[in-house]
């Protein structure tokens, strides 16, 4: 793996591109990057790609929980229902900041 020291863009390959597809820096503004640290970005990818897993699951519970307090049933079955709602949309909140603190420190 090779990164632009121009803009942080991260290319995979035996060699650096010619020139970086997002910011047009030459070759040379890219460093090969370590084996620790392309791990870390290989784990940051599958993490980035599990969050994002999990707020659609998250958006999936909390359209059901949405039905069920739409349905009503007794007040104990609504409440529960409100209280998944809103505990799902914590987590995924919680899931896209810890997205955007991996943008923040390049593991992307």
């Known amino acids: ?4 020291s121009v803009c942080g863009y991260i290319h ?4 650096a591109p010619e020139k970086c597809p997002k910011c047009g820096a ?3 503004k890219f460093a090969e990057l370590s084996e620790e640290q392309a791990a870390l970005i290989a784990k ?7 969050h994002m897993i ?5 958006d999936k519970v909390i359209k059901v929980c949405e039905e069920g307090i739409e349905l009503n049933l007794d007040p104990g079955c609504v409440a ?3 209280k998944g709602k809103e505990q799902c949309g914590v987590l995924k909140n919680i ?5 955007a603190a991996h943008v923040m ?3 992307w």
């Open 80 to 82: 529960a229902f409100k």
């Open 105 to 107: 420190k390049n593991k």
């Open 26 to 28: 030459p070759k040379e």
């Open 12 to 15: 995979v390959g035996e060699d």
């Open 95 to 99: 899931s896209k900041a810890e997205m």
């Open 1 to 4: 793996m090779w990164k632009c």
């Open 54 to 58: 999990f707020c659609h699951l998250m």
């Open 44 to 50: 940051s990818e599958r993490t980035n790609d599990l």
